[in-house]
Nanobody, 125 residues
Framework: VQLQASGGGLVQTGGSLRLSCANA????????VAWFRQAPGKEREFVAA????????YYGDSVKGRFKISKDNAKNTVFLQMNSLKPEETAVYYC???????????????????WGQGTQVTVSS
């Protein structure tokens, strides 16, 4: 897979953004695709993930109810709709893909071998 993340930008507190993760290297079949974020000086944090087959979704506790991960099979693209954004969510957002990721590992960056270049999200207060 070859991941291309896009959609970041500057938004005010409470605003929304939609990130995209496109696979330029073919299909996501048998993969899980996740979003992580990393703020300066902080560890990489799991945001959300989706199983390409079946569409099961998983969310980090801090984003439940505000973010939604989805996929477009025809476009081999995963989306992250982010609503009610907060300043502390300012970070570089990365999409990642892993083949055969088990549920217990879904939240771990170590389970994903392919990473996109990241897209900056800045939430102003």
């Amino acid at each position: 897979v070859q991941l291309q993340a896009s959609g970041g930008g500057l938004v005010q507190t409470g605003g929304s953004l939609r990130l995209s993760c496109a696979n330029a290297g073919g299909t996501f079949s048998q993969y899980a695709v996740a979003w992580f974020r990393q703020a300066p000086g902080k560890e990489r944090e799991f945001v959300a993930a989706i199983r390409w087959s079946g569409g099961a979704t998983y969310y980090g506790d801090s984003v439940k109810g505000r973010f939604k991960i989805s996929k477009d099979n025809a476009k081999n693209t995963v989306f992250l709709q982010m609503n009610s954004l907060k300043p502390e969510e300012t970070a570089v957002y990365y999409c990642a893909a892993g083949r055969g990721v088990i549920v217990s590992s879904m939240f771990s960056s170590n389970a994903y071998r392919s990473w996109g270049q990241g897209t900056q999200v800045t939430v102003s207060s």
